[in-house]
């Protein structure tokens, strides 16, 4: 069974770097056969994908987005992990790690998804 | 970008009912499309893919249909369990949900 568990800092203060990781467990992050994503939900709204990574460092990052956003592997801990630099208000949502498929070759549908962890920014 | 509707915004419907959720592409996806369930405080889970492919573990009562630009789920009878906020979402080019679909109890 695959599970993905988000990890961070309860609170962010404006201006800040947030930084997340998600632990993997059931499957490994070098299985060429899926992409490994963020997707962030503002509170009360919809989903919003935030960027997805390969088993070789290869990343889509959402083109509506500013690129604050870096997205990086660790497979000796079978993890990977978010940054977000420079945050705001605006960026206080709950924060999902969610394994993708793989279309072509590039990112499909989500099919395991962590909990989602929230993340106020808040001075 | 590709730019993801869905109609309607909020459905009520009672146990029992046909329900009928569409999304609209600002441009043609194929079939290259997905359809998530999530309840409060719950990560989205993951019901179709590639328009009507049923993912597995996911009741028969849930069906996806749609080609192109225009796409719907229906439930064919709906359970107590149904009532929650449904999402599609396209990956013909990155990766678009639309803006949610609440069901709830009329």
């Known amino acids: 069974q695959v599970q993905l568990q988000e990890s961070g800092p309860g609170l962010v203060k404006p201006s800040q770097t947030l930084s997340l990781t998600c632990t993997v467990s059931?499957?490994?992050?070098?299985?060429?056969?899926?992409?490994w994503s963020w997707i962030r939900q503002h509170p009360g709204k919809g989903l919003e994908w935030i960027g997805s990574?390969?088993?070789?460092?290869?990343?889509y990052s959402n083109p509506s987005l500013k690129s604050r956003f870096t997205i990086s592997l660790d497979t000796s801990k079978n993890q990977f992990s978010l940054r977000l630099t420079s945050v705001t208000a605006a960026d206080t949502a709950v924060y999902y790690c969610?394994?993708?498929?793989?279309?072509?070759?590039?990112?499909?549908?989500?099919?395991?998804w962590g909990q989602g962890t929230l993340v106020p920014v808040s001075s | 970008d590709i730019q993801m509707t869905q109609s309607p915004s909020t459905l009520s419907a009672s146990v029992g009912d046909r329900v009928t959720i569409t999304c609209r592409a600002s441009?043609?996806?194929?079939?290259?499309l997905a359809w998530y369930q999530q309840k409060p405080g719950k990560a989205p889970k993951l019901l179709i893919y590639?328009?009507?492919s049923l993912e597995s573990g996911v009741p028969s009562r849930f069906s996806g249909s749609g080609s192109g630009t225009e796409f719907t789920l229906t439930i064919s009878s709906l359970q107590p369990d149904d009532f929650a906020t449904y999402y599609c979402?396209?990956?013909?080019?990155?990766?678009?949900f639309g803006q949610g679909t609440n069901v709830d109890i009329k």
């Open positions: 979402q396209q990956y013909q080019s990155y990766s678009t």
């Open positions: 441009q043609s996806i194929s079939r290259w």
């Open positions: 990574i390969f088993y070789n460092g290869g990343t």
């Open positions: 059931g499957d490994s992050i070098s299985n060429g056969g899926y992409s």
């Open positions: 969610a394994r993708g498929t793989i279309f072509g070759m590039t990112i499909a549908y989500f099919d395991y």
């Open positions: 590639k328009g009507s």
